[in-house]
């Protein structure tokens, strides 16, 4: 009975409650008065009041870990009650965090939880947990079956791969090992050698892809531990699993160790996006970054692209400190974020033009002589001759007769045989003799003497003043080669000047990113000032654009400018994902561990041989092709993806549910897929498309340790075991791999493929664990016990780092050691090939690749004699061809005036807005969003009643939309909208509207007033679960129209679509070179080309541009308007009482 | 739980059952009685049965879901259901006819020969 209608009843019983003898019955008879003389004799009791007193009581406790992909981790308290776990809060032991050295963290970090954290009891407990082992019934079928292929194509018979629609069986656990075992094994025979590679060519895989496989089946293997960095031993066993496939592929093939070749890693960092790609073109690392509390010692804070006040939530306290500390903060941001209302200044601009707002930065700063000479003159290679005949570096050996190449001591040329020292031990870079040519000296101008000078890469920082050149930075001349050739010289510094000031002036740069020119003036003369007190904290929102390399290159060269990469006070940092796995660098003895030489001794050291390649996820992501345009393949060949038939994942769903085109990878890539086996603990979206499905423990249940680490906090974290009971049948993940290993033991006849898991099977993972921290400069000292035991008491340990805040480029700063550079010193000029062809060997601005009104992809320059990319002509496509596939690669240029007036060519078919898809606070990726009591803040369409039975959830997605955009095309606040991008390939290539699959895929949703967005910009946020047939079904057949799967309890949170309907993959030709040099993973050596998570496609998901087309009234059942903008409490509806609130009347002060 | 039933069940046999003069035992309905615990998902795996009331109840694990059934030949079949905390029990008052399994998927009951792909055929 409500409030209402009890209060209503005895209204209407009140009457004739005195006479009714069966009032003493009801429970109105405790109304009747009571007399007491004195209350303190006759108090009622007060047990009762037990009840409440109680409520946060507790049986016992136990700390675990919380660590979804959010950059935190966090070590939490569950407070258990009659064996169920009640509630969570935080451990409080951050601040008795010690190193090795007993330097103690300091009580700031406490308490360290969010949200998320403190719902996780819903998801111990959630109806969508993966409850068992489950096989999808027709894949079971075509396992039953023994494997049938067509003998021409070898492909199975589709009526096995009814995937989204299919029953699902539960299993024992040992039968899911079995099936997952025989499958893989068969996956491999059947594409290994001629046979394998006959059925590729039927299936229509492109040429080099085949190629790549080696002839090795075991290579349509793929395996991805989901940011692998979040657990050292159960989520990079995947890997380590692939490695362990050698032996099964010296079994299929008859192959010796030296030919044997494992399954295929699948990119993490770099799938997600969460690379800044433009930083090893620069620096050389993976990431430049520090921790975030390092801010507190800058006096200027700029934080671009990156919503840390929403998405850095145990870690916002440190921007607010660094504020009361007197740090002056800026946000550069798309609209009016949360982040930006704590700022001193917010620069909105528009999305995508971050390069070339970076750009105008840098363009005043040099224009005006603000940058700091000394930084740019030796620690930079701004002062480097570039040939203008071949854009390459000039070198002493064509120029100065007689000159001979030093011997370097920056970096240590191996001889060939010689091996590098353990991880652990490596202090000096290193390279293969191979690669020395890579190092060759570079020439400068001495503007005192007026003579060259030759520099090598040991010249770097404080070292280069020992030549005692005064360097011409603005330097240009004709000279004279050795072979007697005349050529034209300019500095790196001289090219870019000339470049800025023809387009990158802040009136021009004001007219591309909307940013007045003043306010860029101002910025950038505060930047100047703000001399190694400067940080710029970005984040992924401007990695997600087709340019993000350039907005890298961009604000580094502000950052090296102004003396401002490598100081506490003073640097730049990208922040998304938990990617920087190198801080545990010992974790090849576990992941790369030689399985064809097992170390088998507890306290044994073990042999490290990598047998598996890895590729980016990206092509698979693209229907499972490489960068061919025209008559040009542009995927280099170390990138070159293998044919996917297999894909094993754990802690993931990015690689289904949440990717990027969604619905193309369901219709058009899957397809090609024999198995999708996913590992995790609650039903995703990408478990709604899997064959196998493996139940794994909660965090909560973990009975297995783990360790990880995390880029933005100096806490080496342990998983430890817990108490809690297994609440459903599941298992950890790194006993689930190792189940599937010991069955494939026995398919192939392999017990190394056994051993390889031994103390798995031994119930002692801490062995892996010792061993790893036992390898990692960074940990070594520490035992296992010890971290667990302290991390069962809610306490981390901080990591041996020399700096805390840890600070990248601080030895660099300070010319202890060289930048993992060609040159040694951060580079802003990239004279390869690839760059040079794509008319990106300077730092240059390219507009958007669909996210824009005006022509995609145009690289904005007006002529320029080092600017000499390859045209579409030369590429073999047409010019005018601007079609989705040819624009990644389209080199066309335009000067800024142009580029105003041009237009994005779907603007003529009523497409208007840029659409982009962030990620938000109460989601890690997709982890904790469709957690009921966490879901309902997603924006102003949570209702835990779901009155409007339309409602896929208790809370839906939605787009923000400017209201006077949405007025102009007819649309209120709350109305529900399809989304449409370009029909050329989205929702997915050939569809065709009125199927099933169109109407799944189409995204239906709400559209929500948001003045905080400029006119023009559309976003939906990233994480909530899209539609899947199971979901349309139920949403469709339901009485209560909840979307829900009949099925699997899969929960959307769309009724049709999802954001990912608008987006698509796109492949970048400058991320998939094979010269670009850069800092391996682990330790200190340098290699080119491709790495995973460091030069590779990072994709573009906020590229889209797109028509917005009223659906449904907003009112309930479809009826008018939606009823909080028909009361007036929604932006531009807003009723006198809600006009008075936002005038601040209620307020009243004195005066 | 909703806020209200979560008091409630707090308060039962403390300050509100006394005031009653309700009994724990009195409030037993013969339903609740009717209905006992059989242990949790992991104690079922998949193709084995097991058996509760001195062997009087049968609960098979198939892969569709858990079925509970009289012992006695063509007895009847009886519901699960599972709480939040995943323990499973039977309800001997509420009969369940015998293609109707336990989902580990849903939590509820499902069909043995239902399917999406069969129930889009039926259409």
Known sequence: MSRRSFVKGLGILGGSLAAAKWAQATPLRYFKPT?????????????????????????????????????????????????????????????????????????????RICQKGLALVRRFYGDRRVKAPMIRRGFKEWADAGYPRDAKTGKPDAKYFRRGKDKWLRLQWNQAYEYAAKTMHNIAENYSGHKGEGFLKEQGYDPAMIHALEGAGVQTLKFRGGMAFLGATRIFGLY????????????????????????????????????????????????????????????????????????????????????????????ITVEYSATASKADDVVVIRPGTDPAFALGLAQHIMANNLYDKDFVENKTDFPFLVRLDTLQPLRPEEFFAGYKEPELTSVKIMKAGEKPLPGAEQSDQFVPGSMKDDFKPFVVFDRKTRKYVPVTRDDYGDHAKKLNVAVELKHQADITLLDGSKVKVRTVFSLSKEYLDANMTPAQVSLITGCSASGIIGLAKEIAKNKEKTIFACGMGTNQFFNADLKDRAILMVAALTRNIGFAGGNVGSYSGNYKSSLIGGEPVYAAEDPFNLQLEKGGKPKIKKYSHYESLHYFNYGERPLRVGDKMFTGEGHMPAPTKSMWLNNSNSVIGNIKWHFDVVNNTLPKLEFIAYSDWWWTGSCEYADLVFACDSWAEFKHPDMCGSGSNPFVQIFPRTPMARVFDTRGDIEIIAGVSNALAKVTGEKRMSDMWKFVNDNNTAEYLQRIIDASATLKGNTIADLEEKAKQGIPALMNNRTYPRISSYEQAKS?????????????????????????????????????????NVIVAAKHEAIRFKTPAEYGFDEKDVSSETRQVRNVAMTTGELMKSSHPLRLKNYTHIYHTPKYRHGAHSTPVDTDINAIWFGPFGDVYRHDKRMPSVVEGYVDINPLDAKAMGIEDGDYVYIDADPEDRPFRGFKPGSEEYKV??????????????????????????????????????????????????????????????????????????????????????????????????????????????????????????????LGFRPTYENQAMKEYLKGRYMKGKG | MDRRAFLLGGLKGSATGRTSGETEASRQSGAEASVFKIGRLADFPTGETRRFGSGSILVESLPEGLRARSGEPGGSCYEITANPIGELSVNLSRTWDENTVFSIMIGGPTRLEQSMEENDERR
């Open chain 1, 816 to 856: 202890e050691k060289p930048w993992h550079t060609k040159s040694g010193r951060l580079e802003f000029y990239r004279p390869e090939v690839e760059f040079i062809e794509g008319g990106e060997n300077m730092v240059i601005y390219r507009e958007p690749v669909d996210s824009t009104p005006h022509e995609p």
């Open chain 1, 35 to 111: 007399a007491i003389e004195n209350p303190l004799a006759g108090y009622p009791d007060r047990d009762w009041e037990k009840t409440y007193r109680n409520i946060f009581a507790h049986d016992s406790s136990f700390v675990f870990l919380c660590a979804p992909n959010d950059t935190h981790n966090c070590l939490l308290k569950a407070f258990v009650k009659n064996g169920v776990v009640q509630r969570i809060g935080p451990s409080y032991g951050y601040g008795k965090a010690t190193d090795l050295y007993g330097n103690t963290s300091s009580h700031r970090w406490d308490p």
């Open chain 1, 1001 to 1126: 895929a189409r995204v239906m949703l709400r559209a929500r007033y948001y003045p905080g967005t400029p006119r023009g910009v559309t976003r939906t946020w990233h994480n909530m679960y899209g539609a899947t047939f199971g979901s349309v079904k139920a949403h469709e057949s339901r009485p209560d129209g909840l979307a829900k799967s009949g099925e699997t309890n899969y929960q959307s949170m769309y009724r049709y679509g999802s954001h990912q309907s608008a987006t698509r993959a796109w492949l970048r030709p400058t991320q998939m070179t094979e010269t670009l040099l850069h800092k391996t993973m682990y330790g200190q050596g340098l290699e080119k080309g491709f790495a995973a998570d460091i030069h590779c496609p990072t994709g573009a998901p906020r590229e889209s541009f797109v028509k917005i087309t009223k659906a449904e009234d907003g009112g309930m059942n479809s009826q008018g308007m939606w009823r909080p903008a028909a």
């Open chain 1, 240 to 331: 380590r699993f692939a490695n362990m496939l050698s032996l099964m592929d010296a079994k299929i093939r008859g192959v010796g160790p030296d030919k044997a070749i494992g399954g295929r890693g699948w990119d993490s960092y770099s799938w997600h996006t969460d690379l800044p790609p433009g930083h090893p073109m620069v620096t050389g690392q993976q990431t430049n970054d520090f921790e975030l509390f390092a801010v507190e010692h800058s006096k200027l804070l700029i934080v671009w692209g990156m919503n840390w006040i929403t998405t850095k939530m145990p870690d916002s306290h440190w921007l607010t400190e660094a504020r009361l500390k007197g740090t002056k903060t800026v946000a």
